[in-house]
């Protein structure tokens, strides 16, 4: 579960990436809306999610929206998370305590959330949840004006939700 839900404003945040650059959500959002999806390695939901998450940010991320991992892990485990799941967003070390997870409330990952540029959450999606990613495909889609195209391809099974 998570305390922050559509609607909500999302907490700031301040993590550092796996190649040590800096990040911020209230930076972040300076250049456009982002995509910020908690996970921990050793999730098989998260797993299943993160290729799908990948797949938004090949078709909208560079575009004035912003796509980023935050990572429960130490740096070694994510850096083969990466590698094995395709990963080319930033992905962030929640290290230490776990601040940005804890300033969420998060109980379970995967959790995604769609942040405008205000600072306002559009989707909260706990778990991998079809219809989420679809809503977040269709509004980046309706935000740079272009057709909005299936995240999800015809000859793959995909189920409606799994539960993180």
Known sequence: MTNILAGSKAPDFALKSLDGKPYSLKSVLQKGPAVVAFFKISCPVCQFTFPFLERLFQRYGNEGVIFLGVSQNDARDTRDFVKEYGVTFPVLLDEKGYPASNAYGLTNVPTVFLVDT???????????????????????????????????????????????
């Not at 269709?138 to 004006?145: E, H, Q, S, V």
């Open 118 to 164: 205000d600072g306002s959450v559009k989707v909260s999606s706990m778990g991998f949840v079809k219809a989420d990613l679809e809503s977040i495909a269709n509004i980046l889609a309706d935000r740079r004006k272009i057709a909005r195209a299936p995240l999800f391809l015809s000859t793959e099974s995909v189920p409606a939700n799994r539960p993180g």
